[in-house]
């Protein structure tokens, strides 16, 4: 018996696995699912029901998936969605990227884009009113070929059935549907949560069957017909511009057909990828840096610490924490600083692009393929509808797929100019590593007071680091009074900008200003979970700073901050019980704990750690609880904790990008340290019930876990950690 | 021309003689299911098998598997069925973005023709050069004692 999934839709990959193993298919392969840039228009095979929905006469059913796919588990979520309402086997599901056009817009941003923890929340009515229209749409096809009432009819499973026994498929229905000109109805009832059998269950992975064969296609695995391989000799202060080069000894190389300049460096195409990146490494370049060769994280440190003392722009100003500063008693202060994170994916940056007189199509992981494809499209000086972008699999992409600049898509496009066969780029891990794209180095300033009573009374925090949104597209949106939003998220009390949330807390006097130092160098740029990854270690070390002053047990004062805001509190009061809060630890040990709200969903994580007098530690237990709102796949959500939880880690214990002289001093994975499994400490995950419209899960829980560690190690050792990574400062995660 | 055994098949290829054995898979035989994550062994996103044993295909040369037998994640569910390793990763819903997941799974097949029961500090031993930047470990970590159990019932081997 095979163990293999009975759908033959699903079984596809094997036949292209063994045709794969045979070797006899090479170039241009059929994949088992389309990565075509257009729906099939609706004809004789198939129909287009919806722009999310395509019913084939044999019963496949496709859903358009408008939001990228790179771990998320999004695939699964809106393909549950469908599949709720449209009374579909669940596993019978079919996905296929959905092309660039304007049906296909995040609802929440307006553009074709996956970030910000949104998808799951944006389409939440939409696909399912997609699913619901089009089961309307069957049932009154069904209706007129048997010429019954619709009351008559059941819907299950892919198929409709009459009360007397009769039943047709939904892709049966498809030539009645075009027969008669059928069109679904304007408006539909959606199913009540008491009524859902798919959404609100543990779902497991839609693409995982293709996940655990090797028949995934992720950008860097597109094949083309007449395809060439392309690696750039980047220089090493990024930023830099190429003066000339000698390419002698590259074109020495056998298999080494062409070597010309783009922006970014110099491309060597050739044959292979191996045969391109030993050309790219025969290169003699000759760069002008520009001016960025003198720029240094050390200096970018020293002079942010300088602005922090200076005042910035006015972020929130509730009650008069100035005022109170400068007349009481004891302020408490404290420094916070956080360096360049890289995003280090597993797959590295790769784009396959052929350019054409009148149009050029790519190949490409992206998130952000409405401003890629605009990006382009001037680059080239084509209309937008001219570019062509077939959207893949990503391995991994923690917000670097978001790319503002296009740059890992220019640099392809640029290759293929001039070329008559489409030309894929593969990054190195080096390149990777030093590609110019990470979290900004950032400085909190922290000052505080207590009250009578040991509780905080005032609160004054001033944020130094480069801006992400400034002057870019998303300036107009995330910039208010010149202060992006995202460098201050996560350290204001009531909501700003497009953030329709405050921190959970409410401490009397509470101020925050920020700083924007010069955008110079690389680029400051999302990273999983954005502004909280610096601002979520500030403001919640810093506020254990102020419990420990005031003698106050770290769970039991934010359960205090939060007596006005319920949703938060209760989801304190559930982690102090699971986490088994109150149970004395032995010495060496210690426990921590943060509550974050990110993207509208609050989160908490209480850890426990062992620290050796070397000060080498391990995480021992990590408890998390999340209130997203609808549980929508209690599963997917479970992996983006686990996932978050274990990204987070990573980078308190390890992670630093360094600049000297200009050039970042990482490379590859011996110096920007990845977690492994003997590190990783098994993660309790708890969902707070709801029946609240679903919020974001994606991100957050990657913020909580940094400060929590840091707060436990505290609790350890009475040694305070306000410089990161930790194994720079005296804590070492054990290997 | 260097011939390789990969999947049950003698293949000839025309790469130069240091090509990795990863970059003859992807770019001369079009298996992509292998893949490259850091080049210099210290991730096991290319992990294959040689004659039966997990190695790092990213730094070895083709010349020095000429004629060895080499398995890849495409041909583990070749005869039809998932092995053990690969139902147990179905089960546990261990992918994520799934990149190095082909790796892990070669990993782990290995791990567990060599110790058919390993202990969570085994697992751990054996899995810890195989990087997951999803934060798959802990699912990972199940799915190996799952394919365990399930290798010992009677079901399929790894």
Redesign the interface.
Known sequence: M???PSDPSRRTF?KS??M????S???G?ELPYSLASTPKPSGAASLMTDAFIRIDRDNTITVLMNHAE????VYTSLAMMVAEELDIDWQRLQWEAAPTEPQYYSPIFGEYLTAGSVSTAGAFVPMRTAGAKTKALLVQAASLLWQSDATQLTTNAGWITHIDGRRVSYGGLIKVIQDHNLEPPKTVDLKPTSAFSVLGFPK??I????????????G??I?RPGMI?GAVARPPVYGSRVIAFDDKAARAI??VLKVKAIDAGVVVLAK????ASKGAKALTVQWDDLGLGQLSTAAFTKDYRALSKTEGLLAEDIGDAKGLHATASAVHEAVYEMPYLAH?????MNCTAQVFDDRCEIWVGTQNQGNDRTVVAKMLGLPETSVVIHRT????T?GRRASKTADFITDAVQAAQGETVPVQI?W??EEDIRGGHYRPLFVHRLRGSLDAEGYPASWHQTAVGQSIMQDTKHDPTYMVRDIDIYSVDGCLQEPFGVFPYGTAYKIPHHRVESHNPPKVGVHPHEWRAVGHTHTGIAYECFLDELAHLGDKDPLALRLHLTRDNNRMHQLLLRLKAVSDWDQPLATGRGRGVAARVYSVSPIAQAVEVTVDRDGSFTVDRVVCVVDCGFAVNP?GIE?QI??????GLNAVAYGAIDLVAGQVQQS???DYR?????Q?P??EVHIMQSDAPPTGVGEQATTPIAPAVANALFHATGKRIRQFPLDRFGFTLKA | MITIVVNDEARTVSASPDTPLLWVLRDHLHLTGTKYGCGISLCGACTVHLNGEAVRSCTLPVSAVADQRVETIEHLAAGGDYNAVQSAWLEEDVAQCGYCQSGQIMAATALLNNNPSPSDAEIDAAMAGHICRCGTYQKIRAAIHRAAKETKRGGPSA
């Open positions: 095979s163990n293999l094997l696995s063994s794969l193993a045979t070797g298919l090479l170039v392969f790179f771990g998320n588990g497991k992975r693409e995982a069957p293709e996940k655990v064969t090797g028949q995934a296609v992720f860097i695995d094949k391989y056998p298999g292979d990828y191996w045969t280090a994916t597993m797959e590295p699999l990503m391995g991994g923690f593969i190195s891990r599963l992996a686990q996932g978050g939880v274990m990204l590859n994975f011996h990845p977690l492994r499994i003997n990783m098994d993660v």
